[in-house]
């Protein structure tokens, strides 16, 4: 099976943009999360989408969005840029019923904000 | 409140050295899931171990073997006969209360030298 796929692997982007990530989960997962990592405040959780809905959603401000297609495909959007955005942002996919799956992660996206 | 401790920052070892990794974690639900990923220079997080609160089982993959205990709260990982391809950073996660909401502990850096 095809693993977790992101586009772009690498963005630089200026403040004030916004930016639209994409993630593939693995095929027959359902449920994709997006992360957040970097040096200050490592790994964060920013949402989980499941059937096309947000079922959970981490503690960050509007500007960063999300949705999920019918096909599992999730996209993540971020307006608005600032200088902390700069981050690796991961996606990561599971089964996403039931009891809680594990999570298998992408390459992840480097998005630098100058 | 949800939390993941990992108290050890950086740990260097030389090549056939057993490693122990510390974890404590923090939260009020009873039923929990506990995880280990490594993350290589490559930057992917790739999944280790699932755990779920109601299994105490100590388990064994190869050379790796965790330590689950609640009476101490922690989910401990040890590295037997450690080798070069084991450098990475480890992270120890938490899932409570809510589906694939995963809380990360700040990692451990292991550098294992030849």
């Known amino acids: 099976k095809a693993g977790v796929t992101q586009t772009p692997r690498y963005l630089i982007k200026t403040r004030g943009q916004q930016v639209t990530l994409s993630c593939s989960p693995i095929?027959?997962?359902?449920?994709v999360s997006w992360y957040q990592q970097t040096p200050g405040q490592g790994l964060q959780f920013l949402f989980e989408?499941?059937?096309?809905?947000?079922?959970n959603k981490g503690n960050f401000p509007g500007r960063f969005s999300g949705r999920q297609f019918s096909n599992s495909r999730s996209e993540m959007n971020v307006s608005t840029l600032e200088l902390g955005d700069s981050a690796l942002y991961l996606c990561?996919?599971?089964?996403?019923?039931?009891?809680?799956?594990?999570?298998?992660f992408g390459p992840g996206t480097r998005l630098t904000v100058l | 409140a949800q939390k993941v401790t990992q108290a050890q920052t950086e740990i260097s070892v030389v090549e056939k050295e057993d490693v122990t990794l510390d974890c404590v974690y923090e939260?009020?639900?009873?039923?929990?899931?506990l995880f280990w990923y490594k993350q290589p220079p490559s930057g992917e997080l790739v999944f280790l171990i699932r755990?779920?609160?109601?299994?105490?089982q100590n388990e064994i993959s190869g050379r790796y073997s965790w330590n689950f205990q609640k009476s101490t709260s922690s989910f401990n990982f040890t590295i037997t006969a450690s080798q070069v391809v084991d450098s990475a950073v480890y992270f120890c996660?938490?899932?409570?209360?809510?589906?694939?909401?995963?809380?990360f502990g700040a990692g451990t850096r292991l550098a294992v030298h030849p």
């Open positions: 939260t009020r639900d009873t039923t929990y899931y």
């Open positions: 996660a938490l899932s409570s209360g809510g589906y694939n909401k995963l809380i």
């Open positions: 989408y499941f059937s096309e809905t947000q079922r």
């Open positions: 990561a996919s599971s089964l996403g019923t039931g009891q809680v799956n594990e999570q298998f």
């Open positions: 755990r779920n609160s109601f299994d105490e």
């Open positions: 095929s027959g997962h359902r449920s």
